[in-house]
């Protein structure tokens, strides 16, 4: 992440929204984000990741919380999310790696059709309640939904509920591709009116592949910035390993 895509206006902004009001404070619940994304398979799990190694390279203890995930992998008599093993390992391996992600299901399908095809049903209660085992260990939670922010947990819950319910401010992983214009503007309109609205910390542009035929992709990052309100805090290259210090961000 660039000095110039990151600027010092942009920290102060995105500041005010990830830290919260003094509640936050008075309550002694850590800093923390929501990261989202415009659609499923734009790299929330890549750019958490790099989140989490930056903070941990500042000396932030960091805890990482995936509330469900579906096409997990067999392990034995065990269900293993590869999304989490990536923030567990990034975050430096804190706590149980089970606590990371606690519910665990099978089919490649939105989480409540995954569980469903294994005769269950997604805890929605589990789903708020399983960050609270990161709450007194760590300075900032990082949490990661399931595809974008309208795309359904349970029966009854979408991501946006969550988020909402956490009252962690987004950040919206957008990929560098044709028509991203569109989709940002889309989750961060649905966020404003969702329910009394959703915080929002700001839009990193993530380069998904390295795809010469979109033209956009050279385009894109400064539309963005010209047509968000909440900030862009950064483009995220395609194999880029690490950000620059976000510590200025808490």
């Given amino acids: 992440m660039s000095n110039d895509e990151l600027d010092a206006g942009r920290r102060r902004q995105a500041r005010h929204r990830i830290f919260g009001s003094s ?3 008075d309550h002694k619940r850590p800093a923390g984000l929501f990261i989202t994304g415009t659609d499923t398979e734009v790299g929330k799990t890549y750019v958490t990741a790099l ?3 930056s903070l941990v390279a500042a000396g932030q203890r960091v805890g990482v919380y995936k509330p469900v995930a579906s096409g997990c992998v067999s392990d034995g008599d065990d269900l293993v ?6 923030l567990w390992q990034a975050a430096g391996e804190p ?3 089970h606590d990371v992600c606690p519910q665990r299901f099978a089919a490649p399908l939105a ?3 995954a569980a469903r095809a294994e005769g269950k049903s997604v805890d929605a209660e589990l789903l708020r309640s399983g960050i609270e085992v990161w709450r007194d260990r760590c300075d900032v939670i990082l949490v990661e939904g399931a595809g974008g922010l309208m795309s359904p947990l349970s029966d009854e819950d979408y991501n946006a509920d969550l988020a909402y319910e956490l009252g962690y401010p987004l950040v919206v992983v957008a990929p560098n591709v044709l028509g991203v214009i569109n ?3 889309q989750t961060l309109i649905t966020a404003a009116v969702f329910r009394e609205g959703l915080e929002i910390a700001g839009v990193i542009l993530n ?3 390295q795809r010469e035929d ?3 992709t050279d385009t894109n990052l400064q539309e963005l910035i010209d047509r968000c309100s909440p900030p862009v805090l950064g483009h995220v290259r395609h194999g880029q390993s690490s950000f620059g210090d976000l510590t200025a961000l808490f």
């Fill in 23 to 25: 509640s936050m404070s």
């Fill in 51 to 53: 989140i989490a190694r």
């Fill in 95 to 97: 706590g149980d790696l």
């Fill in 214 to 216: 979109d033209v956009s």
């Fill in 183 to 185: 989709q940002t503007l």
């Fill in 81 to 86: 999310a590869e999304d989490a093993v990536i």
């Fill in 207 to 209: 380069d998904v592949a």
């Fill in 111 to 113: 989480p409540h059709l």
